[in-house]
Every structure is written in C-alpha cells, then in structure tokens.
C-alpha cells in the first residue's frame, strides 16, 4: 500500500512520474511512454489531466509545456469485428423510430 | 549545447543513436545528436518492433543475424529492456509463387545457419492457434526471429552513448547546413549552431529535407505506414504472423496486446500522419480473415509512421559526391529497427577507420546513378 | 461495514430497472434487476473487488460508472476486458473476475505491492546480466496482459453504414442537446451520437440544478422538444470512436448496438462533457473511493448503497449539491470536506446534522478490501489532524475535459491548469478547424448553465455555416449579448 495512483490501468504512481521526469522524460509525449501512463485501457481518460498537471508545475507553471500528446482513435476499445464487415451497407439513412 | 562538435549526427531516431551509442563505445565522443521531436518522434517510436532473419538475400541474412545477437545483449548493455522475445516469425503463402519465393529462401537461410523450416498449413495451426488453414498453400517458420519494444531500445541507446559522453539533444531542429566549398563548416539549429565538419544524416523520412540543405538530392520516398494495437492480453500468440498477399503481419507485445499493419498499395508517397479509417478496416478484415477468432478482440489504438523508401529497398549508406564528410544512413523502409544494431555498429567502424566495410561502397547514394542495384524483394508491411 | 442496500426510487427517475433475474458470477447464483448495469447489480450483491490491478495486483473496483476508467472491467460470457458499468444486465450472464492467483479475491500475487513499496521499475528490472533480463522476460510475459483471450464464438461481422448528413453532434448531454435542438429547429438534419443508452448526460445526476428545476426534469423538457423536431436522429447506446480528417471529407465512426457507422457530415458538434480523475491521494484507488457522479449515479440514480456513511470530498457547486442529494434520501454523511474553509452550502446542508472538515483535504484513504475510513489534514500539511470511519467515499478532482475526438480531427486543444485540456473555441464554439465546433464542458464550459449557452451558440453557428439565415444571426447575436 501507500501508493498513489496516477493510471489506475497501467499502475501508474505519482512516484513513477517524479522519477520520469528525474530521467529527462519532461514532455507529456515522452512522459506517456515511459510510464506508460495513458496507454492502457482508458487511453488516458483518467490520468493525462493530472499528468500535465504535474508537468507544468515543476516547468514553474507553464501551461505550454502541457499541451495534450498526439490523440489517436480510438476513444474506447471495440471489437475488430465492428470493423470487419464488408466494404458498405447502403447510403441511406437509417429511420429508426423510439430512439429518443 | 555544445557550440562544436567532431561529427554531428541529425536524427535521434533508433539508427542516428545506434551509431552514437557504438562510436562511443569505440571512444569516439565528441558527438552531438540533434533530434527535432522527443526520443522515438520518428518511425523509431512508432514500429511494429519485429526481428527476422528471414530474408532473401545472404547479406541481409548475416546483418540480421548479427542484429538478433546484438538484440540479446541489448537491454543488459543498456539498463533498459528492450523484451526482445523470441517467438519466431510465421510467413503464409497464398500463392505458388510466394510459395516458391518462402522455398528458394529457406534453402539459402538454412545454408546461412538460420533454422526456418517449410511447414504445412496444419501445422502451422499449432504455432498459431486459432489460424485458419483455408487457402494457404506453404508456411515458413522460423524459431529464432522475434519482436521487441521499440521505446526502450531508442532510450537505452541515447542513456548509454550520453553516459559515454555524447551529447543527446533533443526538440532541436536542424535548418540549415553551411558548407565552404566542398566542406561542411557548420550545422544551425534553432537552438543555435554547431562547428563541425563532418555530419550524419540519420533523419529517416526527413533524410529527403535535410539532404537539401547541402544541395544533394535523394531518391527516398516518405510513405505513411499505420499500425494497431488491440486491448492487452494474457499471452497466447508467441510468433509474429505475415500474411504474404497482402502485407499484413501481426504479433503479440510484451504487454499482451497484438500489434500489427498491413500494406497498401493505394497509399500515396506523403508526409502524412493523421490515422485512417481505410488502414483500420483493412487491418480488421485482414486480421480477421488469418485469425477468425481474433474477432472478438477489441481495438485499442492506431497510429501512423513513415516508411522511408528508396527505389531498390535498400537502405542508403555512405558517402555522396557533392560534399565531403556527408555521410547517408537512411532509406530503412520497414525494416530500420532490425537493421539499426548492425549497420550502427558497421558504420561505426568505418568512419573511424578501424575497418572496412564493403556495404558503405555497395549501397551509396552513386549506385542510382552507377547502374548498380540489386533489389530486396522481401519486404513487407 | 454496513452491507449494500437499494433504496426506494423516486417516479422521476430515468434510470432503468426491470424485473429481478438470476446471473452466474464467479460460478454462483446472483440476483439483479434486469437493464441495469451489470456493475450496479454486482455492488448491489456486495461484491466488492472487481479485478486486479496489471502490476501491483490492487484491488480494482467501479470508480467512474460512466465507461471512462477500468475499474469495473470483467469477463462476461467468455468476452475479456467488458467494461461492467456500460453492460445491461441480462438473465443468464455468466461473469467472471480477471487477474490474480488463486483468484481475484484472495490474490497472491498482491505481495508484489508490497515488496515494491516505493515502486517497481519495470525498466530496469535484472537487465545486470542478459540471462537475468531473459529471465525477466519470461516473469513478465507470465503477468502481462489483461483477461485471457476470448473464447466467445465470434459472429458475423457489423455490418457498416456509410452516410452523408449535414451535420452530427457527438454527445447528448446539455450542450449536445441544445446544440441539436437549435439545429432542428433550423431545419437542419442532424445525427446526435450518444455513448450511453440514457440520453442527458449531466442533467441524469441528482446533482444537477438548472435555473431551480432539478436536472431530470430539466431532461424530460428538453428530450421532449427534441423528439418533436423532424431532422434530429437521437442514436443512442453508439459511442463515436474516432474522427478521421486525413480525407477531404471529415469521417465519424460510431459503433451502434447493430451496425457500424461512418459518417459523413458537413459540420460536426462535439459536446463530448468532461471525464471524473482520480483525486490524488495515497491508496487512491481502494475500492469504495468513487467519483462524485459516479456515487450520484449509483446511490441517487440506480439507488444502491454499498457502503455507509458516506464521506464527501470537494466544494464545487455539484458535490455540494451531491452531499445534500443524499441527505434528502436519508443516507448517513460522514462528514463533507472542504479545501475552501466556508464554502456556501445548499439548504438542506445548512440545517441538517452533517460534520464539517473545512480547509481539509483527504491524505489516503485506509481498508483493506474497500474504504473504511480516511486520514485528513489541513491545506498545505502532510500528516493527518484528523480520521473519519466511513462506508463510501466520493472524492472530486480537477477537470478533465473530453478533448479527445476534437484533438483526433486536428482541432487546437490548450492546457489551462484550472480546467485541464480544453478544446479552443471562440465565443460561437468555432474550434481551428473550419468544420468543426465545441461546445460544454469539453470546450471548457465550468457550470451547466454555461454549457447550456455554448449548446445554444454552437448549435445555432453550425446552423449558420450550413446555411445563412438573418434570423438565426440575429439570434446567435443575441445569446452571445
Ligand atoms: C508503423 C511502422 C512499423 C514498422 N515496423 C517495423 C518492424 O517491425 N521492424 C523493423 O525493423 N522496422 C519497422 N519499421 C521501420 C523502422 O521503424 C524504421 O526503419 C526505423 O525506425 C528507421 O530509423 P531511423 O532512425 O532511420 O528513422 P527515425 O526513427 O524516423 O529517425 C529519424 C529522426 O530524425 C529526426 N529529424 C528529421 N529531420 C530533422 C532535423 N531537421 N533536425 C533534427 N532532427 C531531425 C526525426 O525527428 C526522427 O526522430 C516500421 C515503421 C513503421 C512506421
Ligand atoms: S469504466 Fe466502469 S467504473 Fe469506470
């Protein structure tokens, strides 16, 4: 016990951060991979905030130094099988009725 | 910064840090490394990590087997695991002619020492699980091949050539290079310049734009290369998988998820970097069509690199005939990762002197021009 | 440690409950109530460790309820890694916990958390000989990876629709649906997209005030007008996933119950709302230590109470408003903590009995298999004045807007300390990105009224880009006066 945790997907701690930042690793993108904070299940949904948080403080409050790393898809992980299908449906719009 | 230097190497990509980290351990130190992003912004941060010995030519097969080597000591030289596993690499062959390609390879892989073996497509099914036999004819699989994590291999080499006393310097970019005559003089940076006469350009996709700033013009070609991972887990894939018709290959990464791409021919030579919904539904389709079960894995993250491609597949190594002291390590196309350790290490001791290495004549820049270029046609991804 | 309950609904709550049925977890028998999420129905039946954490072997257990952690995650009819508190639950399911040796209960392999007390350094672990960093591999690879992989026969695949429409709006909460109200009522046809099966967002919370009117009424109201507007399609239940802009054409993908969406618009909205942090403080993530909208959306909208009392943490207007929503409902508060040292309390705060710790902010939290109490201290020390006993915690932590799928598209997103990563809009929620707008909490929206009018303004922008209209200028003019 007696952590704190920074990404609860990876088990990322506080500690882990202070000591990335302690090896040179002081921009978010490199943050992220050397932790491996934000890479998890969550894709950082949890944690990115804090951690750029803690890395414009220790840049004496530079909100520059904590632009968000590059996003990429997806939001939340999804079945290779929701991707799998044929090339096309139709182009028409569904009406779906008793969907509000 | 250092406001001098002995030989400036632009790129902290995995092969600018690869010749840092060896001429260091040669004791030649008076060398800066001039990186534009953080360590792995270029491909060296964005690949798939395999390691194969399974090519088609015998040169290829030496410097990979060497690479595999260098691999194994890699994370107790550096303090950092790279997790270089050894699952094997598993080709399919969908077509005679692949399948007399995987053939004609093995026979000269297995006179060169690497265990590969032709097996059937059922008993591919044991190395694979899961993997569906219908319409491959031929496998070639190879025990000792394997994948890494790329970050660490980048990061541990950049620790130990500082450690040596090289100077790593990163979000530095390099715009402009002043030479007198045929001399290099000076590299600027945005951060302010370096006297040096003698420069590397280890800058992957960028090799083409730096190249420029000397007047020499290269073949390369940058090509957006996309990549996924899927949700980690526990592990039940040891080999990477490489499906010979389309380009697709796919692992398993130390921390459980299946990483992989797959080619596209559609794709245009670009610098571009933003994912596609194109590459993910092919990867799915592709994924799906090798491994059925795979289905039900979930999607986690995709994300894009740059292939940096020259017109033979080959990798641009040695001097140019404009500028002295220039010296080209790029053109890896998919396959820098593997290469770096050797060609590091190679090109290490030949610009010290303390060997000669034919490779540095054989793949200049003059060989375009000179007529003489043998393909690698064993590429994928 | 008092056992879970579930407490009486009020008639206005949107949140679903069917009829009682039997489940298999762990090999058991377990009761539920059908439509509800598996995750509620699991705490409700006083499970309280979920999982295990990838490295240390922590207890996991739900923390958000709103699919953005990994706290509840499970493996559910021979599928890994489902996220518990997205699942409805179903007669019949068979749930099994992920992770640890013998099990997820008692778990060996929890001896690691505290041998590496201070930290284990997975980067250099016995990397001092190359046989030793082999080893290392093979220890690694043995504890590597989420659920084991899924043995769940795979079904066809989705079948994909591809779709042209003027305009989409990601996000059904308050700025997403005004934003579509607007966009209706101008005649426009919009798609909203909307990850949860209920639509509403924030106005769901017990939490949520809107100009005096509770958020569910103010829900009903708005979900009302909405449905009278022939143009907007409401897809609920299908999360968009990514927004592609390397083509001409922006592409959203969405993944629906049945089908997989690209589509195509000329104008995208994104109100995608803001995520719950972790509050940070030592064991953080113990079980029983939630989000403020994920106890608002367990105890005041499914009404399951694992734990009591419940201790509050936080002094924005919303946690506030959660500490008196539960003292309305006759939950026992074991004390509301303040940073601030008199903030302005809700009515029902001031008059009933509810221990105040002002000027104090929570140092850890202490239990083994979930919260049994928390240490405090005042602002700026480091060893605690004060220990309360406590059954649940809901801990607030800095915002963190929901940049992402604006970022995927390559609009500019800035840092501010005060509110996390925010879209950059301007004043009519245009983002850099010529077709695409922001608008709520994700574009930095701090109050529900606010993100109402960014809604409004975004809605009626978007409006105007697809087509001019003087009326709709005039309009927007007016509620940016
Ligand atoms: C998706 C993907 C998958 C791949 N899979 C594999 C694989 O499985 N196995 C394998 O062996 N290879 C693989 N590769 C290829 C491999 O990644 C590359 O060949 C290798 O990383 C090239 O290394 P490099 O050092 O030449 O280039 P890079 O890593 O790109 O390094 C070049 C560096 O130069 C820097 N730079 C450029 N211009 C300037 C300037 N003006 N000033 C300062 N710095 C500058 C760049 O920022 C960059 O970091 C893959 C590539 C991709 C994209
Ligand atoms: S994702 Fe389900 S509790 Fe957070």
Known sequence: MGKTIVCQCEDVTQGDLEDAFEQGFRDLESLKRYTGLATGLCQGKCCIAHAARFLAALKGGDEAAADPPRTRPLLQPTPISCFAGPEELSASPASREGQK | ???????????????????????????????????????????????????????????????????????????????????????????LARDAASAQGLEANVKLQNRCGVPTRLISPAEAQRVVPGLAP????????????????????????????????????????????????????????DRGAIATNRVVNAAGAWSVQVARLLGVELPNKPYRH???????????????????????????????????????????????????????????????RV?????????????????????????????????????QLHGFGGHGMMLAPIVGKLAAEWILRKADHALFQRYDLGRFKRGEVQKETFSIG | MARARRLDRSSDNPYPHGEQVEFQYEGRPMLGQAGEPLAVALLAGGVRIFGRSIKYHRPRSP???????????????????????????????????????????????????????????????LTSSGTLARMAMGFVRKMAGFGHPPTAEPGPPAPKRRMSVPAVVIG???????????????????????????????????????????????????????????????????????????????????????????????????????????PQFEDNDLPGVLG??????????????????????????????????????????????????????????????????????????????????????????????????????????????????????????????????????????????????AAGHCAGAGSAEEARLQGQRAGLACALGLKDEPGLRQRLAALKA
């Open chain 3, 63 to 125: 923390f958000c309820l709103h699919g953005h952690c990994s706290g509840c995650l499970l493996r559910v009819d021979g599928l890994p890694n489902v996220r518990s508190c997205r699942t409805a639950l179903r007669a019949g399911m068979q749930v099994e916990r992920q992770l640890g040796w013998p099990g997820s209960g008692r778990d060996l392999f929890r001896t690691l958390d505290w041998v590496y007390g201070e930290r284990l350094d997975h980067h250099s672990l």
């Open chain 2, 134 to 189: 219908a319409g491959i004819q031929v496998c070639a699989y190879n025990p000792t091949d394997g994948v890494l994590f790329p970050f660490p291999a980048v990061w541990g080499m950049a620790r130990a050539a500082t450690q040596l006393g090289v100077a790593v310097e990163t979000f530095t970019r390099v715009t402009a290079i002043e030479a007198r005559g045929r001399q290099i003089v000076k590299v600027v940076t």
């Open chain 3, 292 to 437: 403020p909208r994920a106890l608002d959306r367990l105890v005041c909208g499914h009404g399951v109470l694992p734990g009591e009392p419940v201790l509050i943490a936080g002094d924005a207007q919303e946690t506030l408003e959660l500490a008196a929503a539960l003292v309305e409902r006759g939950i026992a508060l074991a004390g509301l903590v303040t940073d601030r040292p008199e903030p302005e309390l809700p009515a029902q705060l001031r008059t009933a009995k509810v221990p105040r710790v002002a000027g104090h902010r929570i140092l850890r939290a202490r239990g083994g298999r979930w919260v049994q109490r928390v240490e405090l201290a005042p602002a700026g020390r480091e060893t605690p004045d004060l220990v309360l006993d406590c059954g649940l915690v809901a801990a607030e932590a800095p915002a963190a807007p929901a940049f992402e799928l604006a970022h995927h598209a390559g609009c500019r997103v800035v840092f501010r300390s005060a509110l996390g990563h925010l879209v950059q809009t301007d004043a009519e929620g245009h983002t850099s990105h010529g077709q695409v707008l």
């Open chain 3, 172 to 278: 059904a909460g308050l700025a997403g649906l005004h934003a579509a109200v607007e966009l209706g009522q101008a005649g426009h046809r919009v798609v909203v997209l909307e990850a949860e099966e209920l639509a509403g967002g924030r106005l769901c919370d017990a939490s949520c005030k809107l100009a005096g009117a509770t958020g569910w009424a103010a829900r009903r109201e708005l979900l009302s007008r909405l449905s009278a507007l022939p143009g907007v399609e409401l897809r609920l239940g299908t999360p968009a996933l990514a927004v592609y802009g390397d083509q001409a054409v922006l592409q959203v993908l969405a993944a629906g119950p049945d089908e997989t969406l690209a589509l195509e618009p000329q104008r995208l909205v994104v109100a995608t709302g803001a995520y719950a942090p972790l």
């Open chain 2, 226 to 288: 996309e990549i996924l991972i899927s949700e980690p887990l526990k592990p039940f894939l040891d080999p990477m998988v490489s499906d010979l018709s389309d380009g697709t290959y796919f692992s398993q990464t130390m921390r459980g998820e299946i990483c992989g791409g797959v080619s596209d021919p559609a794709e245009p030579s670009s610098m571009e970097t933003r994912s596609s919904l194109r590459f993910l539904e092919r990867m799915c389709r592709a994924m799906v």
């Open chain 2, 291 to 327: 491994v059925p079960t795979l289905a039900n894995v979930r999607v986690m993250r995709q994300w894009a690199g740059f292939y940096d491609e020259t017109p033979d597949g080959q990798p641009i190594l040695g001097r140019v005939d404009e500028v002295d002291g220039f010296i």
């Open chain 2, 1 to 91: 910064m250092r406001d001098r230097a002995d030989l400036v190497i632009i790129g902290g990509g995995v092969v600018g840090l690869s010749l840092a980290y060896h001429l260091a351990r040669l004791g030649f130190t008076d060398v800066v490394v001039l990186e534009q992003g953080y360590l792995c912004f270029g491909a060296s941060g964005r690949n798939g990590g395999g390691v194969r010995q399974q090519w088609s030519t015998e040169e290829n097969i030496q410097l990979m087997k060497e690479s595999v080597q260098m691999f194994r000591r890699l994370s107790s030289e550096t303090g950092y695991n790279v997790w270089f596993r050894q699952g094997g690499y598993l080709f």
